[in-house]
């Protein structure tokens, strides 16, 4: 018998018998969490199995059904309006947007040639002002930078 408890003794801290004891360790971790919410669980699949075994498929089958006769009519009229679009509508819109082409002609040659182009000038004239501006501020720095603290220092004595 002292055979046995030495041999047990030597495998109580070896790799497998630590592994089972992990094992078993887990297992009823998992149970002690597992058991508050296996009877719920049980009722709910018992619930929804005894739903899924009344679901009527008929009435279901009989909605689909119904819903494909209403979007069949849904779908002619929208036909028709297709048709109304592409056979009346569009050529009607063409003779329109051509006149209103046509008609513009005058504006898009005018803003092609005079207003982008004078667009385009002023907004050079404005930079180089601003450009002419810029280096006239800095190159006088030394004679505007007093003036314009006199008048902040007056200002906030105010």
């Known amino acids: ?64 059904r119904s819903f494909g006769e209403v979007s069949k009519g849904a779908f002619e009229k929208v036909k028709h309006v297709n048709s109304y679009i592409k056979d009346t509508a569009i050529p009607g819109l063409k003779g329109e947007i051509t006149a209103l082409y046509k008609t513009s002609q005058p504006l898009l040659k005018w803003m092609k040639d005079l207003g982008f182009p004078a667009i385009g000038d002023a907004i050079v004239i404005v930079v180089e002002k601003a450009t002419a501006l810029y280096s006239y501020i800095k190159d006088n720095w030394s004679l505007i930078g007093p003036v314009i603290a006199g008048v902040a220092a007056t200002m906030v004595t105010l």
């Open 1 to 64: 018998m002292s055979g046995a408890l030495g041999q047990a003794a030597r495998e109580t801290d070896g790799l497998e018998n630590v592994l089972g004891n992990l094992r078993e360790s887990w297992r009823l971790v998992k149970a002690k969490f597992g058991e508050p919410l296996l009877e719920p669980v049980v009722k709910s699949m018992k619930k929804l199995t005894d739903r899924i075994g009344n679901v009527d498929t008929d009435a279901i089958l009989n909605k689909f």
